[in-house]
């Protein structure tokens, strides 16, 4: 490495050290008179609870750290009477979590659910605001998921319902309804469970497609039955959109409708105010975020303009209808929180993240085709003066690459190393067909795609064909390994963080609600396992021959630590340029800043060094 090059790749990794430090808010939930806000930052290094009045004149009031837990706070939701936030703690870090409850004062933190051995997940709160639901997965063959309404007073859990991977996505007001999901990866149905006359029944044919999100609310005017419930569901769809279904007592069920639909886009998220007659919409369109609302008695849809970035997450719609907060954030801003007002559609900011001190990369969205001709996207952050390049490839794989605040590709980028973010067949957001299209068999398609984006690199003239690397994380660090064991001579250099190496022993080892989930994408452990150990890079290990940087968290029970230890002792035996980062108290994310820095200072030194 030459003094200059050593000194672009110094300068990167000081400018993705800051970007790190540039702390984002996100996860906001409101108050039912929405005037103030809690929501999680990870201002302080990592993310916490932080709560703040909402101003919409002048300038926004100092937020006020609210302490909960040692470990990691990465969900919060305040409960409907005011009186309490219930939060997601990561248990040391790690995949496993815990419920607590704590006053928005600060005072009477408690965990009510979970501890260092046993998960337990955050559901909704009721609409009274006295109980909010909690879940523990299946810990193994024979032992269900079980749903509980536990009360933040006591911390006594009330059962509430039980299954195989169930979800508990709403309570009605009276609390006789629930609206359950549940099933594998892509293939999850929607129920609604009558809790009085034990019935239950589903709202969707099951088997055409996947329901993620629902909510139920009083019928508009004119529906027959008292209730409604709203899905963005994608069951006998080509894309996610959003349907509406009336039901009611004694087993009554209306027909299913689509409310709002696009051939554009997919719906990635909804909500909607206490009476029902508002619901805010927002589409995935290629990458970018749209926001609509939906008014249920006239079925009008009004575009929100002005958006303050090109990507909205996390969004609510306060119980009167009148505000909505939501994440947002783009290439060259961390993520911040907004209020809209419904009435005026004047967009104010709630938090101000720091503005980053250097001009950013804005990528530029690429299309290109794989070797069976289907057409895929990807972001491109073009370093300048370079021939070198790396495809990133997300996790999921039903995750997606989209134009978001990313220290790493800025630094890579700033290093002279462009960063083509893909996304092959199997992310979300480009309809069901797609997102389907490498289930099993269809793996090997998208190693095939990974191929495809390193081949457009250099017909487009962004890099030399010797100079180009391979990274990802989670499902991104496999495809990493995968690329580099059965697509020998296409890269010169990978980073694997946090993949899987061999699924056979990560169906062995990972959480078992975990494993559950997962057999629709990559296979069934004993029905499929000829599959499993023919597209496992551990079992070409030997075809893995140019250098490889492999980076897992410590406490990872998501994919667990073994899978990066197994790749590394191969490569080892085998006498391969093979270099190991394991990141102490860590766990699937890293979500403490050091660890995310020594990432970024690690990373973008090895692929300066081996591109």
């Known amino acids: 490495m030459t003094t200059d090059t050593a000194d672009r790749v110094d300068a990167a990794v000081r400018l993705g050290t800051e970007l790190v430090d540039a702390w984002g808010s996100w996860s906001p939930t409101m108050t039912p008179d929405a005037r103030r806000v809690a929501f999680i930052s990870d201002r302080s290094g990592s993310p916490e609870v932080w709560v703040q009045e909402v101003a919409l004149e002048g300038d926004a009031p100092p937020a006020r750290r609210i302490p909960v837990s040692a470990d990691p706070v990465i969900d919060v939701s305040w409960s409907a009477d005011s009186r309490w936030l219930a939060c997601t703690v990561a248990t040391d870090g790690g995949v496993r979590t815990q419920v607590w409850v704590v ?66 996505l709403d309570v009605s007001l009276e609390e006789r309804f629930l609206i359950l999901i549940d099933g594998e990866r892509g293939a999850r149905f929607c129920s609604v469970v009558d809790r009085l006359e034990d019935q239950h029944f589903p709202l969707l044919p099951h088997g055409t497609g996947s329901t ?41 069920r209306g027909e299913p409708r689509t409310l709002a639909f696009r051939d554009d886009a997919e719906l990635e998220a909804v909500d909607a105010d206490d009476a029902g007659s508002l619901l805010l919409l927002v589409w995935n369109a290629a990458g970018r975020s749209e926001l609509e609302l939906y008014h249920t008695g006239t079925h009008e849809r009004q575009p929100i303009t002005g ?121 979300s957001g480009f309809g069901r067909e797609f997102v389907h299209a490498d289930d099993l068999g269809g793996r090997f398609d998208a190693f095939g795609d990974v191929r495809a984006a390193a081949h457009h690199l250099v017909a487009t003239g962004v890099a030399d064909r010797r100079r180009i690397g391979v990274t990802g994380r989670s499902y991104g660090g496999y495809l990493t390994l995968a690329s580099l064991a059965f697509s020998p001579g296409v890269f010169a250099a990978g980073v694997d963080v946090c993949g899987m190496s061999d699924l056979t022993r990560f169906y062995e080892e990972t959480e078992p609600w975990i494993a559950a989930a997962a057999v629709t994408k990559y296979g069934h452990p004993e029905r499929d396992r000829a599959l499993l150990e023919a597209i496992s890079p551990l079992r070409q290990a030997e075809a893995i021959d140019v250098p490889l940087l492999v980076v897992h968290g410590e406490l990872d029970t998501n994919v667990p630590v073994g899978e990066a230890r197994r790749i590394v002792a191969a490569l080892h035996a085998l006498d391969r340029p093979v270099e190991y980062l394991e990141l102490p108290g860590e766990g699937h994310d890293y979500r403490r800043a050091g660890s995310r820095k020594r990432l970024l200072t690690d990373l973008v030194g090895f692929l300066a060094a081996h591109l």
């Open 103 to 168: 006053r928005p004062d600060g005072t009477e933190a408690r965990r009510i659910a979970g501890d260092h051995v046993e998960h337990a997940e955050l559901g909704p709160w009721t609409r009274s605001g006295h109980r909010v639901v909690v879940t523990y997965p299946s810990a193994g063959p024979g032992r269900p998921t079980r749903s509980f309404l536990a009360d933040p007073w006591t911390g006594r859990l009330d059962p509430l319902a039980e299954g195989d991977l169930i979800h508990v």
């Open 212 to 252: 993620d999100v629902a909510l139920v609310r009083p019928a508009p005017d004119g529906e027959s039955g008292p209730l409604y419930v709203y899905l963005a569901s994608d069951v006998g769809l080509s894309r996610r959109q959003l349907i509406g279904l009336p039901f009611g007592p004694n087993g009554h």
């Open 307 to 427: 958006l303050p970035g090109l990507v909205a997450t996390t969004p609510v719609l306060s119980r009167d209808g009148g505000s909505v907060i939501l994440g947002v954030e783009g290439p060259e801003r961390p993520r911040e929180l907004w209020h809209l007002d419904t009435h005026s559609r004047r967009w104010t900011r709630v938090t101000a993240a720091p503005a980053p001190t250097e001009r950013l990369v804005v990528p530029s969205l690429e299309t290109f085709r794989g070797e069976d001709g289907l057409v895929l996207t990807g972001w491109l952050y073009r370093a300048t003066d370079s021939d070198r390049a790396v495809v990133h490839l997300h996790g999921g794989p039903e995750a997606q690459e989209r134009p978001t605040f990313s220290p790493q590709h800025q630094a890579l980028a700033a290093a002279g190393i462009s960063v083509f973010a893909v996304n092959v067949r199997g992310s």
